[in-house]
């Protein structure tokens, strides 16, 4: 006999759940790309991507991963040499970082371990010890999917800002963006990087940028600009084909729209962001009810927490045989531990993370947290009783 006979559930942290609405809308034959109804749809994402982003500012979109839009980011901002500190709070903060360095420019971290958020009184202290502004941005992540730490992005500006210091905030918002509430100019972030595949339900494929006029000047003199990652033609072309420095991702593109239609126009942006903290409250509650004798949640302040991706760690090497178990015999995918150990070792094997972003109904949510509780519980591994009654309980409050 199987379970494992149905749709699978798929969650990782990224790429997320495709919903079918999206996969449909992509089912079509290839259009006339210079003129029609594709150039007439491609200029309604921008204002949609905007509103998912809160800003006035530019959006511009690369056929990249979010690798790509990461050296986008850095290629239209810096010049060689350039200076920046780089919060650090997993895996993905010093992913950007590397690749900074990799590009010719000097980067210095704030490292703030992998439990806990970026903590804004460092970074004031830090930026006041600059006196001469040599630092030409402060770069960080919203979420960190490797951690799950979500960094609080306006105090992180208010530290920038206290201490009168003239650095540019850069942001990756590439697991965040749709899940966890963004509001870009009011938090004043000058340049947010994002990509498709995560809270904006596309396949992956599209990197996108997000820029304000300080950032747009600063470009003017950055020498790492080169011609693929210029935003500037992008954001202002004078044909079309120059908003993607090409040929369009023209399937994308199709895909986006319904996502955009289905986030922005059918769900709201303010009710995804409410969506996403209850399935996460949700998860939380399930895994305290499990109690520390199975798993504890690697981020202990709930209010540094992410809203899209839960990073658990369990007591003894039970991560990846349960992970197997919930693969094989009842057809849910979690997510391995990513940058924090090797895999093989006892540490990787102890780490498991869910992925909650995105196209995800209370049925989804129950069943990852149900199908986890199923396979402790055939694995023989210790752990309290309760835990889907407890995430239940948060799903059902009235407030909605
Ligand atoms: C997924 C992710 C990336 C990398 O995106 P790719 O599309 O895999 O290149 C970067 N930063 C964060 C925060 C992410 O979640």
Redesign the pocket.
């Given at each position: 006999m199987t379970l494992n006979f149905g749709r699978p559930q798929l969650s990782i942290?990224?790429?997320s759940v495709i919903p079918d609405r999206v996969l449909a809308a992509m089912h079509r034959p290839s259009p006339n790309i210079y003129e029609g109804e594709l150039v007439d749809m491609t200029t309604t994402l921008y204002p949609d991507l905007k509103t998912v982003a809160q800003t006035k500012g530019k959006a511009t979109i690369y056929i990249?991963?979010?690798?790509?839009?990461?050296e986008a980011a850095i290629c239209n901002s810096f010049s060689k040499g350039d200076k920046v500190l780089v919060l650090v709070t997993g895996n993905?903060?010093l992913?950007?970082a590397t690749m900074a360095r990799e590009l010719g420019i000097e980067i210095e971290l704030l490292d703030f371990g992998l439990r806990r958020a970026a903590d804004p009184q460092q970074v004031l202290d830090r930026l006041k010890r600059d006196k001469f502004h040599e630092i030409k941005a402060v770069m960080t992540?919203?979420?960190?999917?490797?951690t799950s730490a979500q960094n609080g992005i306006a105090a992180l500006r208010s530290a920038i800002d206290d201490a009168q210091h003239p650095a540019r905030f850069m942001v990756?918002?590439?697991?965040?963006l749709g899940c966890d509430r963004h509001e870009m100019d009011n938090w004043g972030v000058d340049v947010m990087?994002a990509?498709c595949?995560?809270g904006l339900m596309t396949p992956?494929g599209l990197?996108f940028l997000f820029f304000n006029e300080k950032a747009a000047e600063a470009q003017k003199t950055a020498d790492l600009v080169t011609p693929y990652w210029d935003w500037h033609l992008r954001s202002k072309p004078d044909r079309y084909y120059q908003l993607f420095g090409g040929t369009p991702p023209v399937h994308l593109l199709y895909g986006l729209r319904e996502a955009l239609n289905m986030l922005v126009h059918e769900e709201g942006i303010q009710a995804a962001w409410a969506r996403h903290e209850r399935f996460a409250r949700a998860l939380w509650a399930a895994v305290e009810a499990w109690g520390e004798q199975a798993m504890t949640l690697n981020i202990a302040a709930p209010d540094q927490r992410s809203h899209?991706?839960t990073l658990i760690r369990t007591n003894g090497p039970q991560a990846t045989p349960l992970r197997q178990w919930c693969a094989q015999k009842a057809g849910l995918t979690l997510g391995i531990s990513l940058g924090i150990a090797d895999p093989g070792s006892v540490e990787f094997d102890s780490m498991f993370r869910v992925g909650h972003m995105g196209h995800l109904n209370v049925p989804m949510m129950m069943g990852t947290i149900g199908t986890i509780d199923a396979g402790l519980k055939a694995l023989g591994i210790p752990h309290g009783s309760g835990a889907c009654d407890a995430a239940a309980q948060v799903i059902s409050e009235h407030n909605f």
């Open positions: 942290p990224g790429p990249s991963n979010g690798h790509g839009a990461w993905f903060g992913g950007w992540v919203q979420t960190d999917t490797a990756d918002c590439i697991a965040s990087v990509a595949q995560k992956p990197g899209a991706v």
